[in-house]
């Protein structure tokens, strides 16, 4: 029996754990992990609890993330040891069983999962449009993923990617539906809460489709009900204007891929 469950985030209808769900059958809705209280797992930080079960039969799937230090901005050279949220659905997916997953990306997400897959010994199958920069496609091929050049715009690659993976019966690892992505981006926020006494009053977070944004969110709000932190700090999300759904959404501003907002909006 798994510890935890997939709960709609709108109607909250309920489902088991599993790699195919990605969205609320009944309203469309994401979906968000939901832990049961009798079967509780931590990691490392007491109260984090997290979708894959930690022990000797299932070692996670990990290129070193986490624990990374807070320093003061006097020095601002620091390494990127790997992502957060791809080790987490990663390692759920290998806990499942899953031998190949698919993805759709034209950069970093696509180079994230193949370097993950690589690790779990899990096939990958990367959608990209043709356009995409071959800096970027080479980032994919040194983990020997599959690479499926798309036509047509960035849009056709995902619809690409989920027809793929429904016909040959594979895991979607969309680094934007995952509930299990989210999951593991929220040790970002139990790890500046573990490293700082008091504070901090604002965290500013640079955000693509909000994963970051949403599991410091997360975090505080479950450190907040165990009484570590006293309060949620402000989170400011920056996004470019050549593509901030969040930003204007929040701001109240028009935006779409054809409006781009002009600096009198």
Known sequence: MSHIELVCIECEASYEADMHTLGCESCGSPLDVSYLESDAHTMGVDGLRMPVRFHADHPTVTLGEGLTPLVELTSISHEMAGDRGTATMLSVAREHGVEAVVEDSSGNAGASVSAY???????AHVFAPESAPDAKMGQIRVYDASIHPTAGPREASTEAAVDFQRRHGMVYASHNLSPYFVEGTK??????????????????IPVGNGSLLL????????????????????LHAIQ????????????GT???????????E
């Open 215 to 234: 599991g410091a969110w997360k975090a505080y709000l479950e450190l907040m009900r165990q009484g570590a932190v006293s309060g949620m700090p402000k």
């Open 187 to 204: 040790t970002f926020g139990y790890e500046v809460a573990t490293q700082m006494e008091v504070g901090p009053d604002h965290i500013v």
């Open 254 to 264: 028009e935006w779409n891929l054809v409006h781009q907002p002009s600096p009198a």
């Open 240 to 251: 470019a204007e050549a593509v901030m759904p969040i930003a204007s959404e929040i701001m």
């Open 117 to 123: 897959a690589a690790r779990a010994d899990i096939s």
